[in-house]
């Protein structure tokens, strides 16, 4: 149980181009998501909770006009990386929260956005 | 504010040994879960132990355990009987109860198990 998807595995795309990456929880409900990027050799950064009906909130320095979140289903979260630039080039990685008490976060396997 | 605290960057072990991971954390919050998650080359965030603040006892998953001291705010992943398949990235993690569920991850350790 708690499997998440994310599509793409991998994107290339032009600089000014617009990239939609989805996340879904396959076989559980989760009110909450949360998208993350990670640089190589680096931790996890995140980006922004993603909830439900509601919208995202932002983690300080995110340009939240930039990575647009929309939480539209208990199932599907989906960010979009708007305009993107080759600095936008890194790894994106979604989690969803199962349920009480450990609220653990299982991940997705994450989106390469490489961004010529 | 929380900290998690990762100090070695790389381990090696030999297989079929028992190796430490280390991790120490920093909250004046007196209700948090830690987390251990492991991330190979493929990139996917791993899930391997959670460890509540107020767990009387070890969390223990198969071949995982983990090492809590909550005095010293240490809380180490044992990894017993090390297989090829384990050498990857091992990420610690903290989530502070109240605090969105958002959680603050180490730097990481990258361990290689060797023949």
Known sequence: GAVVSQHPSWVICKSGTS???????LDFQATTMFWYRQFPKQSLMLMATSNEGSKATYEQGVEKDKFLINHASL????LTVTSAHPEDSSFYICSATVGPPSETQYFGPGTRLLVL | AQKITQ?????????????????????????????????????EMIFL???GSYDQQNATE????LNFQKARKSANLVISASQLGDSAMYFCAMRLTGGGNKLTFGTGTQLKVEL
């Open chain 1, 19 to 25: 990239v939609k990456i989805e996340c879904r929880s």
């Open chain 2, 49 to 51: 132990i959670y460890q």
């Open chain 2, 7 to 43: 100090t070695q960057p790389g381990m090696f072990v030999q297989e079929k040994e028992a190796v430490t991971l280390d991790c120490t954390y920093d909250t004046s919050d007196p209700s948090y879960g830690l987390f251990w998650y492991k991330q190979p080359s493929s990139g």
């Open chain 2, 62 to 65: 198969g071949r995982y355990s």
């Open chain 1, 75 to 78: 199932t599907l979260s989906t």
